[in-house]
């Protein structure tokens, strides 16, 4: 019986110890290193656990009928830049995670009853000669719990977008000498945002001269 899965690699399990009687439970905890190929284990280029870096997997194995259902934690530390300042950060991430790993039998036996459902079928996942890998199931729960858009903080105040100074070292910055170019575009987002100026009094006018570039 010849197999694809390595069992060697620290994110391939193996359910013999297990058995196949259903209803029987395994648990299992394994720290593993990040995998760095194909891709980052997060999202590529905007925040990911960086390769070989810790991941703790806390699992429990269930036997069921049709396979084995694994449920668990994966706990790492992502590291990436906040979208709005593009200053580095780094977000702990608990990424939970059930999956089936079906018996193959189990699935020729569904083929024979039910031709017709091959949709269902793209997505199922298969134990080979008893053992499973959890990388897809891993990367798929991580990338879900991480945020799309990353920020340092909620109230992260950005880069000016006038000559990009990072505006949290610096929360008065603001330019009054305008490049006439901007001057009309400026003249209507004020009065877009005549009620949150208000709000912000004005007493700051004057603090800040032409920025040079
Ligand atoms: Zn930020
Ligand atoms: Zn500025």
Redesign the pocket.
Known sequence: MSTRLDHRNPLVFDTHELGRRPGALQRLSRTVDAPGSPAVLGIDGVIGVPEGKPVELDLRLESVMEGVLVTGTARASAEG???????P?RLDVAADFQEMFSYPEADERGRAAEPADDDEDEDVLYLEDGMFDLEPVLRDAVVLALPMQP???ED???LCSECGI?L?DDPDHHHDAVDIRWAALQGLAETVQDGEKDNMGGAEAGVDEKQEK
């Open positions: 830049e906040c979208v709005r300042c593009l200053e950060l920020v340092c903080r992260c105040e950005g990072n949290n």
